[in-house]
T-cell receptor, first 115, second 109 residues
Framework: DADVTQTPRNRITKTGKRIMLECSQT?????MYWYRQDPGLGLRLIYY???????NKGEISDGYSVSRQAQAKFSLSLESAIPNQTALYFC??????????????FGEGSRLTVL | GQSLEQPSEVTAVEGAIVQINCTYQ??????LSWYQQHDGGAPTFLSY????GLEETGRFSSFLSRSDSYGYLLLQELQMKDSASYFC??????????FGTGTRLTVIP
């Protein structure tokens, strides 16, 4: 089983619908992240969480919200989806230990299409 | 904020050496990472440089010059499976990573 699991892997929805992307991890990491990937734009940070009570906005948080339900679970919500939120979304985790490389461990991605 | 620049595409011959450059501007810098992503896959970690100099991991090496805000990824003995996108990323003081737009490497026979 994957260490970082995202559901759904693919989703097609309509403008105005509420969408939730879920992420769970078995790595025991405190830090979790949501990134968005668009062709030619690389990965952009949406939200990040350093523990259950710590949620922070990233570069492009407008139109998104998150919930850290437990150390192992971090969900991303689009309250009212719009077509320019069509993208590939990645959840990632990292170890907060000192001296570490900040290596991110990514899930397999959730491809969202908003019509 | 953070700004990273890397070439959008590179093509190289199997068995050759290729260098992918990355320049960055950042308000806080703790290190430069490199990630590989195959089509349809997730990014995977390759290397990390916090200090100036060269880090070697098998066929891959990564270099950092903090004074020049510059780094590169060096891939030696290229193999067809190395065809992928490569991203540099800067790590800020909060341990967040900000990614470049990626370099698509195509290895040809």
């Amino acid at each position: 089983d994957a260490d970082v699991t995202q559901t759904p892997r693919n989703r097609i929805t309509k403008t105005g619908k509420r969408i939730m992307l879920e992420c769970s991890q078995t790595k025991g990491h405190d830090r979790m992240y949501w990134y968005r990937q668009d062709p030619g734009l690389g990965l952009r940070l949406i939200y990040y969480s350093f523990d259950v009570k710590d949620i922070n906005k990233g570069e492009i948080s407008d139109g998104y919200s998150v919930s850290r339900q437990a150390q192992a679970k971090f969900s991303l919500s689009l309250e009212s989806a719009i077509p320019n939120q069509t993208a590939l979304y990645f959840c990632a985790t990292s170890d907060a230990g000192q001296g570490n490389t900040g290596e991110l461990f990514f899930g397999e991605g959730s491809r969202l299409t908003v019509l | 904020g953070q700004s990273l620049e890397q070439p959008s595409e590179v093509t190289a011959v199997e068995g050759a050496i290729v260098q992918i450059n990355c320049t960055y501007q950042t308000s806080g810098f703790y290190g430069l990472s490199w990630y590989q992503q195959h089509d349809g896959g997730a990014p995977t970690f390759l290397s990390y440089n916090a200090l100036d100099g060269l880090e070697e991991t098998g066929r891959f090496s990564s270099f950092l010059s903090r004074s020049d805000s510059y780094g590169y990824l060096l891939l030696q003995e290229l193999q067809m499976k190395d065809s992928a996108s490569y991203f540099c990323a800067v790590r800020d003081g909060a341990n967040n990573l900000f990614f470049g737009t990626g370099t698509r490497l195509t290895v040809i026979p």
